[in-house]
Each structure stands twice: as C-alpha cells, then as structure tokens.
Nanobody
Framework: QVHLVESGGGLVHPGGSLTLSCVAS????????MRWFRQAPGKERELVAT????????YNVESVKGRFTISRDNAKDTVYLQMNTLRPEDTARYYC????????WGQGTQVTVSS
C-alpha cells in the first residue's frame, strides 16, 4: 500500500511558475515509477511526466517539454513537478501516481493559470 499526498498547486499568472510536490508513504516507495497526470475540466486525464526508479524521465505532453521538470528525492520519498512559463492551457487538477505491480493515486492539487 502506498499513500500519496500532493501539494503546491494554486493560482498563478501566465508565465509564472509552480512546483508541485507529492509525498509518498508506504513500503519500498523508491521502487515505484512515479508519474504526474493532469485533468482539465471536460477532458480526459492525461499523463504528463514519468520518472522511474533509476531516475529516467519521460515527458508525454509535447507542450510541456522544456517547461516542466519531474524529479524525485528518495531520501524524502517525494516527487516534484517543477512547472515554468505556465500557460492557461496548463490549468488542470494534477495527480500524482505510483506504479509498479499495483497503482496508487493521490487526491490531486489544482493548478489554475489565469490573468
């Protein structure tokens, strides 16, 4: 069992930055692939970024490449999503996900980009 708690969301102007955090608790968390998803109103949830146990990163949304950075700190059992140069289309609820043999989700944190 893995429990995930996200934080760091909020309201930001276009061009601004936010860093999301996801604190994981449970057995052998560092063995999990960690992922950030997002879901905008009226849209399907989409995979944004992935970091595996070997710290290999993948970005699955073309528009976030070069702007978002996923990272993990195994000493703190925490995964981060640094988001720079935010755009209104980045507005969504962002979810942390832990994936191995089983899959776990956090409750999400809202990011709103608006002037």
């Amino acid at each position: 069992q893995v429990h995930l708690v996200e934080s760091g969301g909020g309201l930001v102007h276009p061009g601004g930055s936010l860093t999301l955090s996801c604190v994981a608790s449970g057995y052998n968390v560092r063995a999990y692939t960690m992922r950030w998803f997002r879901q905008a109103p009226g849209k399907e949830r989409e995979l944004v970024a992935t970091i595996d146990p070997l710290f290999t990163t993948t970005y699955n949304v073309e528009s976030v490449k070069g702007r978002f950075t996923i990272s993990r700190d195994n000493a703190k059992d925490t995964v981060y999503l640094q988001m720079n140069t935010l755009r209104p289309e980045d507005t969504a609820r962002y979810y942390c996900n832990a994936f191995a043999r089983y899959e776990y989700w956090g409750q999400g944190t809202q990011v709103t980009v608006s002037s």
